[in-house]
């Protein structure tokens, strides 16, 4: 299978390796990280080795990395139909994405996510990209502004499975033609 790799000035994004484990479990052990997106996080490295094949290894999902030292310190992906529940379409998807706490801050993740932005409207021919957080996640919510998404709508009384408890979501999308009007999407 063809092996997909993007790049943005600082960051590359490529397929998960076995290799990253070790980086994925010091990233993804901090609860900081999941809970806040809605996964618990990983308890030991076989734990993140189940996930990192399980899960990180789907098609579209991407080890973000600095160009510095390839090393993955987050995660970026597109969920497409079958793996999202916000759209039933194949060519609308949601992204979904999470950054080791060490790197917060600098303004990596709007990078990947314009990116990613890039690669699901040219390269994979979607027409919405759909993109939420939960209530209080307003780091994540700064992301989704900074990077031009809109206000779609508000879900109440969302269920999230793996932290056992209920929350309020904000979803919020964009379109092709929305994202062609951004033009480098500089805020
Ligand atoms: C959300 C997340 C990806 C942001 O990535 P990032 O590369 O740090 O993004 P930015 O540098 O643009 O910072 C976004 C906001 O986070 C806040 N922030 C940045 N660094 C911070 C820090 N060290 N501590 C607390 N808040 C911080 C700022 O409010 C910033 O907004 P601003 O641009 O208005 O100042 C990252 O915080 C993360 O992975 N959080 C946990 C997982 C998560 O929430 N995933 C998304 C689920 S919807």
């Given at each position: ?11 590359l994004?490529r ?12 990233y993804a052990?901090?609860p ?5 997106a809605?996964?618990?996080?990983h ?16 098609p579209?999902?991407?080890?973000l ?7 993955a ?10 793996d999202t529940?916000?759209?039933?379409r194949r ?16 303004g990596i993740?709007p990078?990947?996510v314009?990116?990613m932005?890039?690669h699901a409207?040219v ?5 919405r990209v759909?993109i939420?957080?939960y209530e209080g996640?307003?780091k994540?919510?700064r992301?989704q502004e ?7 709508h508000?879900?109440?009384n969302?269920e999230?499975?793996q ?6 979501g904000y979803?919020?999308s ?6 062609e009007k951004?033009?480098?999407?500089d805020?």
């Amino acid at each position: 299978m063809k092996k997909t790799i993007l790049y943005t000035p600082r960051l590359l994004l490529r397929p998960w390796e076995v290799s990253d484990t070790e980086d994925l479990y010091r990233y993804a052990s901090d609860p900081e990280v999941g809970p806040i997106a809605g996964w618990a996080p990983h308890k030991n490295l076989q734990e993140s080795a189940r996930i990192l094949i399980s899960i990180l290894q789907r098609p579209e999902t991407f080890a973000l990395c600095l160009k510095t030292d390839g090393k993955a310190i987050g995660s970026i992906a597109l969920h497409l139909k079958g793996d999202t529940d916000m759209t039933n379409r194949r060519d609308e998807c949601e992204m979904g994405y999470w950054l080791g706490k060490p790197f917060w801050g600098q303004g990596i993740m709007p990078e990947a996510v314009k990116e990613m932005l890039r690669h699901a409207f040219v390269d994979c021919h979607m027409r919405r990209v759909w993109i939420g957080y939960y209530e209080g996640n307003d780091k994540s919510r700064r992301v989704q502004e900074k990077c031009g998404f809109i206000f779609h709508h508000k879900s109440e009384n969302l269920e999230v499975k793996q932290l056992n408890e209920i929350r309020t979501g904000y979803v919020n999308s964009m379109t092709r033609e929305d994202w062609e009007k951004l033009c480098g999407f500089d805020n």
